[in-house]
């Protein structure tokens, strides 16, 4: 079986660096005690104590997705160069790493998505906690019919300002966070209703039923998407929150920042 060998190993032949995505503890000791070998970890969580790691805000389903965000996420922390040639083992169809691709990392290929959690006002774990929330909600829908839903994540004060209620606040005396299971089962509860849910950089839950009224100006929303997404959109431009909005027409959640549209993923393959 040389032949096997020898075309799988140009595979991984002068690479740079060896990318782990979400690899077991032995797994990652295996190629740690090899020296000469740069090691990157990349995943949710450091578990295995990496001494290089790159966090990832969740576990894209999709394989290409969490090799770019990975990618993206090693550029920005300045682990990896532009045109690195790397070696990505990830899982594909279990819990074990069984891919190998190789990927030349390359700057012009930005989306901002790291940016998004590791650049943005709110902390890192607020914004996982709402994107997580937005995808088990787009999964499961409210009492079985699709819902819609609009966070506003960050910079909570110019957020209100540039808002108005639509009804009364059920959040106005209280001191709740997103990522709590009672809160998140009020936010799902509260997102049959209209408007926007407006979130600290903490996590606070700021208000509910909240009309945007951002100026549109210069947004670029892609073509199809209707007023919430304009609106969630049109906010980070206005102000230095990130938008996360489920989509009750197509199911997609989908995250701005900046006023751009930075990522789009479907609840489903979660
Ligand atoms: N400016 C706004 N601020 C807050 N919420 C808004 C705003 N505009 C629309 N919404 C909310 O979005 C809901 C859906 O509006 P619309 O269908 O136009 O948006 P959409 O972008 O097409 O979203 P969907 O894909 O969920 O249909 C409205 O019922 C309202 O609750
Ligand atoms: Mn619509």
Redesign the pocket.
Known sequence: MAGVDDVFGELFSGVDAVVLFGPSGSYYERFAATEDLEVIVVGTENDVGAETFVELPLEFADVSERVKFGLEGALEQDVIDDGDELACATSVFGEDIDTVSRVRASADAHTGIYDLFARSRAEPEVIKAVLELAIELGKKGQKGKPV?A?FIVGDAGKVMNK?RPLSYNPFEKSHVHVGDPIVNVMLKEFSRL???FVISDAGKIVSAY????PSAEGVDIPKG???????GGAITRDTNAIAIV?????GLVRAFKGGELILEVDPEAY
Do not use: K, N, P, Q
């Not at 998407?225 to 609106?231: N, S, V, Y």
């Open positions: 819609g609009l808002s209209d408007g926007a909240r009309y945007l009224e998407l209707g007023a919430r997404h304009m609106a489920l989509s009750e027409s197509d």
